[in-house]
């Protein structure tokens, strides 16, 4: 750690809400989410107990992918505000002591930014090499082919061939979010001065960073390997994540990050190697903060089929849990906890159970999972009123998301009524869509998303609206809400939870998830506080003791989910928390 640099660490401390703008809360009557909705309900969210906001992707866009392609840096979505409405929201959250992160979405722009536009215009233009283009490649019949084999995000080549220059731009996600080449000097400090600087000197705290592994391409722009023999284009993560310059990038970020003490949380897919991850966070490197990474998101999800549905046990997801808590130990990174993001199902409908009479417990069984656990937590919105995945009823074309939208022709395409019905399986439990229905503010029509109900939203709202919604759950003393607030003021008093040590207890049970916390840097044996949590993730009764190392018998309950609060057993998707000093 490098103290002189003027980096407080404030992050570690942080409890983040994230904010996805279009589902939020509509202040006009548009149907789509706007920052004046975000500013009017500021106070609830300061009285949740959270202190910092991420607030995705807000900056103008064609919304092709929902402002995860900007065609401008530094202006807003119109639908959304103007930049005076962001200096207010800005205002408004140091007001109340909240900080804000942006998204930082510069791996790639929108096809539509004036710097793609005017690389598209020649091969001499000076923008040309600040996007990444390549002569066809020719098969043995004279066939025109992309430059290498690697899938974009919609199952298709990377590459689009562009007729006007005669060659192809690489994109890993959708043909309109064309790659910037990052080896381009010019291109890179531009992108500190215009994305980066623009907003920190406006007073944002830090981003959460897009797609933070994929700025440095391999040499030569390697194929990747076939591992789905069938296919004509490969997953090509294994080539072109965590690419050879990645570092020297992010230390260039990291020194203009340092001057603002600017906390950054990067998204760093397919990196399984606790090495590899703790390169981008110790912080003596002082590259990010913290990353997400996805083993967790990864349970149920095939590899190589964005919504392919596969079973995964408790088991996995206790030594998920317990890998990433305990990577950290003996370095000076810091880890994330988080369970849900605008590109994940609802973690009741993945993790516990969403029947309706389960909906209750679950959301408060992962909201205790989550206090008790070590790194700065993530809420992502409507996480704390218990919403779930949109009901497996909805058609098709309820589906917003590019890549839902696609799943979807492509399995049209391969035909059979039961390939139709898989698909429409697979993307209700799978899609991004589940995180991005309105969230349910009151029981009125569309749960009350735009101040005039009368108003239809972007996104049809999740039909369990009338009884899973803020202002209800604002009466009621055992609901979701009033867990979230209680379990985030017990993390608030109790060092331990956010900042201890993790211990996994009873591996091998296959319905409870039980762990102990110790405070950090202290071994079994020293005396000091305890933590146990124990959760059941069943359907049916279980029973436990607390261990005598977190005091048995001893310990004080100081949360708990229950209905009967009795102390060794727990009824369905019901939890306990207790503290104990030894
Ligand atoms: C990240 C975002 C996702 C987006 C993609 C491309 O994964 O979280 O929503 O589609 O990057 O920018
Ligand atoms: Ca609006």
């Not at 023999?229 to 992010?250: I, T």
């Not at 981008?280 to 913290?290: F, K």
């Not at 998830?513 to 020293?526: D, N, R, V």
């Amino acid at each position: 750690m490098t103290p002189q640099d003027g980096r407080t660490f404030w992050f570690r401390d942080a409890v983040v809400y994230q904010i996805w703008p279009a589902s939020y809360k509509d202040s006009n009557n548009d149907g789509i989410g706007d920052i004046q909705g975000i500013i009017s309900t500021l106070d609830y969210v300061a009285s949740l107990g959270v202190n910092t906001i991420w607030l995705s992707p807000m900056y103008d866009s064609p919304q092709i992918d929902m402002g995860y392609d900007i065609s401008d840096y530094q202006a807003v979505y119109p639908p959304y505000g103007t930049l005076s409405d962001m200096d207010e929201l800005i205002r408004e959250c140091h007001a109340r002591g909240i900080k804000l992160i942006l998204d930082l979405v510069i791996n790639h722009t929108s096809d539509q930014h004036a710097w793609f536009q005017e690389s598209k215009k020649d091969k001499t233009n000076p923008k040309r090499d600040w996007y990444i283009w390549r002569p066809a490649k020719y098969s043995a019949t004279g066939e025109r082919r992309p430059p290498n084999n690697w899938r974009g995000a919609l199952n298709q080549s990377a590459w689009t061939w562009e007729e006007h220059t005669q060659e192809y731009y690489l994109h890993l996600f959708t043909p309109q979010q064309p790659d910037l080449n990052w080896a381009n000097d010019e291109c890179r400090h531009t992108l500190y001065r215009d994305a980066i600087e623009f907003w920190l000197k406006r007073g944002v705290n830090g981003f959460r960073v897009d797609t933070v592994n994929l700025y440095s391409k391999p040499e030569g722009l390697p194929d990747a390997p076939i591992t789905d023999p069938n296919a004509e284009w490969q997953n090509g993560d294994s080539v072109f994540c965590n690419g050879p310059r990645m570092h020297e990038y992010l230390q260039e970020m990291g020194t203009i990050f340092a001057r603002y003490d600017a906390m950054t949380v990067g998204e760093l897919p397919s990196t399984p190697r606790v090495e590899d991850v703790l390169r981008y966070i110790s912080a003596s490197r002082n590259e990010l903060s913290q990353v997400f990474q996805f083993d967790i998101s990864a349970l149920g999800r095939s590899p190589d089929d964005f919504y392919a549905r596969s079973d995964f046990s408790l088991q996995q997801l206790k030594e998920v849990v317990e890998r990433w808590q305990r990577f950290i130990e003996g370095t000076d990174a810091w880890p994330t906890v988080f369970l849900e993001n605008h590109d994940l199902p609802r973690a009741i409908s993945k993790y516990a159970s969403d029947r309706p009479e389960d909906i209750t417990a679950s959301g408060k069984l992962l909201a205790l999972m989550q206090v008790g656990l070590t790194g700065t937590l993530y809420i992502y919105q409507g996480q704390e009123i218990g919403m779930t995945n949109v009901p497996r009823s909805w058609g098709h074309d309820e589906y917003k998301d590019v890549i839902a939208i696609n799943y979807y022709r492509d399995a049209a395409a391969r035909g059979s009524k039961e390939t139709l019905v898989k698909a429409l399986d697979d993307i209700n439990f799978h899609a991004r869509d589940n995180a991005r229905t309105p969230v349910q503010w009151t029981s009125a029509p569309h749960g009350g998303f735009s101040e005039d109900p009368a108003t239809t939203p972007w996104m049809r709202t999740n039909d369990n609206y009338t009884s899973i919604n803020v202002a209800a759950q604002e009466q009621d003393k055992s609901s979701v809400l009033a867990f979230y607030r209680h379990a985030l003021a017990v993390r608030k008093k109790h060092d331990l939870l956010g900042k201890g040590e993790f211990r996994l207890v009873g591996r091998e049970h296959e319905k409870l998830f039980m762990y102990i916390k110790l405070p950090q840097g202290s071994s079994e044996e020293e005396k000091g506080e305890r933590a146990f949590v124990v959760l059941n993730f069943s359907s049916e009764m279980q029973t436990y003791t607390v261990p005598e190392e977190a005091g048995g018998e001893e310990a004080n309950v100081v949360l708990d989910s229950s209905v009967d609060g009795k102390r060794g057993s727990l009824g369905p998707w019901e939890g306990r928390m207790y503290i104990y000093h030894t």
